[in-house]
């Protein structure tokens, strides 16, 4: 399948909510991502870099040939194969694909009071939907890991360094925290950013439509 993309984060958000509200549907968190990207990194899952999907047309569940591979329409496999079991967050067919390349994904995530040109508003403001929601501080700066929310795998990920890029010792993932410009969070990174991208690698953008950025929906069954 194609990734749905070039879309403002309030569609992505709405669509997710409005998608099946006995299975609590909603757009994934931060706090959320930290979590499926921890247990990727435990004896629970594939305790390794999950497999980039470097599929340039955005093609959903594929894994590049080999590691840190640049973005290709045909270097890459399927999700039911030896090598495509690699995108998987568990390395095998029952884990989470796509947390690492293909396009990356808008996190139900901002600074607070900030939402910029993504259609949240009132959204942001309104109590029904604040459990979907990790606001973070004002005060953010590209470099303001000391914000993050436990668990939300940014902060955490230190020591961080300047190489040509801000990037954390997990991996050398790209690592980008919000600010005022930028107020809402990305994860996964894009097809094309080869050793940056990776399940731990987090960035920043306006909130608004854009043909690289799409999001994930979350179930979350309660029986």
Known sequence: MYSWRNQIVATFFQSAYNFNRTLDSHMMKNTEWGAVAYLS???????????????????????ADTKDAA??????????????????????ISGVYDMSGGAWEYMASY????PKNSGMDDIVTNSTYSKYIDKYSSSSTITSYKFRILGDATGELGPFWNNGYY???????????????????????????????GQFIFSRTTGGANSGNSARLVLTPTN
């Open 71 to 92: 973005s290709s329409e045909t270097a890459n496999k399927q999700w039911n194969t030896t090598t495509g079991h690699l995108a998987s967050t568990t390395g095998n």
């Open 41 to 63: 990194h435990s004896k629970y899952g594939i305790k390794d870099e999950v497999r980039i999907n470097n599929n340039s047309k955005y093609l959903t569940g594929y894994a």
């Open 167 to 197: 990037q954390s010792t997990w991996f050398a993932d790209l690592a980008d925290f919000v600010d005022s410009t930028y107020p809402w969070f990305l994860r996964g990174g894009h097809c094309s950013n080869s050793a940056r991208a």
């Open 111 to 114: 600074i607070e009071s900030n």
